[in-house]
C-alpha cells in the first residue's frame, strides 16, 4: 500500500471533553514531523510483511532498524506522556496498530467511514487476519463512544462474526451505530463491507467509566 492509498483526512470529530484534552496535550507537545512518522512506521509494517529479500538486504535493513530503534530509545517516556495513538481527529490516531479509519459521517450516536487492510494485518490467502479485523470493531466503536457528551468508556465484550473474506488492500466501509444505552451500558453493532458484501458484523458493551476508573486526562508530567 502506498502512501497515496491510505485513507485521507476525515471529517471533523465532535469529541468528548475528556479525550479532546486528552489529544489536544500531544498534539501540543509532538515534535514536528511525528505524524510523517508515524505514516512511515505504518507503511514499513506493511513492506517488512510483504518483503522476501535476500541475506545482505536482511542484514542491511536491520541494521537500519536497530538504529532507528536507538534513536527512538534515547526519548522514551512513560504512557502518560507518549504521542503513539493520541492524535484522535486523525484517520490512523497517530498509531501503527490498527489501520486508519477515515471518518466520512458521524453524530453522537452513529459513525461510517472507509479503512483499508495492508500486508501486516495479512492472515493467509490473501484475507485480514481475524484478530485484526476484531481490533478494527474495537478501534472503531471506541471512536464511537469518545463523541458528543458520553463519558470515557472501556469495552466489556467484543463478538464479532465473520460472514465473507475480508480483502487486503481494497477500499471497505464501516459502519457503527449505538442500538441501546442502558444506564453505564452502550450496546453497539457494527459492519465491515467490501463493496455490497458483508464481510464482518460485531457488536459490542462498552460500560462507561465511574469516575474513579478515570485517570486526569490534563495530568502534566513534572518540568525537567
Ligand atoms: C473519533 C476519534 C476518537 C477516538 C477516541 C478514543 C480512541 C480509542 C480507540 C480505542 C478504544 C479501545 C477500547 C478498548 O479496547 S478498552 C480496553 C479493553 N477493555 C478493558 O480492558 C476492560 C477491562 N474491564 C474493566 O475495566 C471492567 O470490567 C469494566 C470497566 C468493563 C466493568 O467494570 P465495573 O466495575 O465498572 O462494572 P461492573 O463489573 O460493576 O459491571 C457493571 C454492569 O455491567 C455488566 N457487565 C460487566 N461486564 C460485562 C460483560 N463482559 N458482559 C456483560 N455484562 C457485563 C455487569 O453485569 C453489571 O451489570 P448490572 O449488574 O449493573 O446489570
Not at 29 to 35: C, L, Q, R, T
Not at 83 to 103: E, K, N, V
Not at 181 to 187: A, F, I, N, P, S
Request: hydrophobic share 40%; net charge negative; with cysteine.
Amino acid at each position: 500500500m502506498t502512501e497515496s492509498d491510505r485513507p485521507q483526512p476525515h471529517v471533523a470529530v465532535p469529541l468528548n471533553g475528556y479525550w479532546t484534552e486528552w489529544s489536544a496535550r500531544a498534539a501540543r507537545n509532538a515534535a514536528p514531523g511525528w505524524a510523517a512518522l508515524v505514516g512511515e512506521m505504518a507503511g514499513l509494517q506493511d513492506t517488512f510483511a510483504a518483503a522476501a529479500p535476500p541475506p545482505e538486504a536482511v542484514a542491511e535493513a536491520r541494521s537500519l532498524v536497530e538504529q532507528t530503534r536507538a534513536v527512538l530509545a534515547r526519548h522514551e517516556v512513560g504512557d502518560d506522556d507518549q504521542w503513539f495513538g493520541r492524535f484522535l481527529p486523525a484517520p490512523d490516531r497517530g498509531q501503527t496498530f490498527s489501520p486508519p479509519i477515515r471518518l466520512t459521517g458521524i453524530t453522537e450516536h452513529a459513525l461510517a467511514g472507509k479503512t483499508m487492510f495492508g500486508r501486516f494485518h495479512s492472515g493467509n490467502n490473501s484475507a485480514a487476519h481475524g484478530g485484526g479485523i476484531a481490533l478494527l470493531f474495537d478501534d472503531l466503536f471506541g471512536r464511537l463512544v469518545s463523541v458528543g457528551d458520553i463519558p470515557p468508556a472501556r469495552t466489556a465484550s467484543l463478538s464479532v462474526n465473520y460472514r465473507s473474506v475480508t480483502p487486503l488492500d481494497e477500499p471497505l466501509a464501516v459502519e457503527a451505530s449505538v442500538a441501546e444505552v442502558d444506564g453505564r451500558k452502550l450496546y453497539l453493532t457494527g459492519t465491515l463491507r467490501h463493496g455490497d458484501r458483508l464481510c464482518a458484523d460485531a457488536t459490542a458493551l462498552f460500560l462507561t467509566l465511574r469516575p474513579e476508573q478515570i485517570r486526569p486526562a490534563e495530568a502534566e508530567a513534572p518540568p525537567g
